[in-house]
């Protein structure tokens, strides 16, 4: 396994940040950065290369535009086993990235608020962050990806065990809660966007509600449970996560080992979808 020796450091949620960052720097890690999370990190003593320095890019836009780049994505998508790609960043000058930590702009918790806007909504739906996540974890044979603040001390641990890597086991695991958390941000926008008024569109099926032609349901794991729907049958009791529209109203689902699903929606008590019993025939 490749050695870590440039990190990439673009993180809304700032929780642990700097502790991650002064961390990989002790072990000479060398650390880009953009925007505010720079100027978190310069400010407690971290040095730090922008981005726009490495691309040769302003930010832009409003900050739409930081990372966008074949300077970013080169480095992080390059296959540091094939020596054509290797060949390809030497003659455009693409230094490899071998970390990237992305925690990705709050949509989930601004449409949860009361009274926010389809603009501020949109304005919160991440593009660059999604984009580095999903070619660091595509390339997670080079690349380690981190999308939550959990998951900074474990892996920094193990690269100071490890001298500066980390095993592919780990890699792997990364890379699937990565895909996991990009696949759930993407739900949460498409969700936001099908409920009624959210676009100005006030239309109502003649039963007054609006059924999704297709239903994502991300759910957690409570517990195992004695018996399916036979003694015979293995099941489990999972409890769908809140999100995006929590406070509206929320299909209650009935997952059955037939693979079908009956939803019903209407005012709950409560913010998110009914548990669900998922059965498998054994």
């Not at 920094?156 to 780990?170: F, I, M, N, P």
């Not at 007054?208 to 399916?228: C, D, K, M, N, W």
Request: charged residues 20%.
């Amino acid at each position: 396994m490749n050695r870590v020796r440039r990190a990439l450091i673009s993180v809304h949620d700032k929780t642990g940040v700097v502790d991650f960052a002064k961390g990989l720097a002790a072990l000479g890690v060398e650390i880009l950065s953009t925007g505010g999370t720079a100027n978190l990190l310069r400010g407690s003593g971290v040095a730090v290369v922008d981005v726009a320095q490495v691309t040769g890019f302003p930010e832009m836009l409003d900050g739409r535009v930081k990372t966008l780049h074949p300077k970013v994505h080169g480095g992080i998508l390059a296959r540091r086993e094939r020596p054509e790609h290797v060949a390809a960043l030497e003659a455009h000058g693409i230094g490899p990235i071998d970390l990237v930590a992305v925690t990705l702009y709050p949509f989930e918790q601004t449409v949860a608020r009361a009274g926010v806007t389809l603009e501020e909504a949109i304005e919160n739906i991440d593009i660059g962050g999604p984009s580095m996540i999903r070619g660091a974890a595509k390339n997670h044979d080079s690349v380690i990806v981190i999308t939550d603040t959990g998951q900074y001390m474990p892996v920094l641990d193990e690269l100071r065990r490890s001298q500066g890597t980390v095993a592919a086991e780990t890699r792997y695991r990364l890379a699937f809660e990565a895909f996991r958390r990009t696949a759930q941000y993407d739900a949460a926008i498409a969700t936001y966007l099908r409920e009624p008024g959210a676009a100005g569109d006030d239309r109502t099926s003649p039963a007054g509600v609006r059924f999704p032609a297709r239903l994502t349901i991300e759910a957690s794991l409570v517990q195992g449970l004695r018996y399916g729907e036979n003694p015979h049958q293995a099941a489990a009791f999972y409890r769908p996560a809140g999100g995006a529209g929590a406070s509206r109203q929320q299909p209650n689902c009935m997952a059955r080992s037939s693979a079908t699903t009956t939803c019903s929606t209407g005012p709950r008590p409560w913010p998110s979808c009914s548990s669900s019993r998922i059965r498998r025939r054994s």
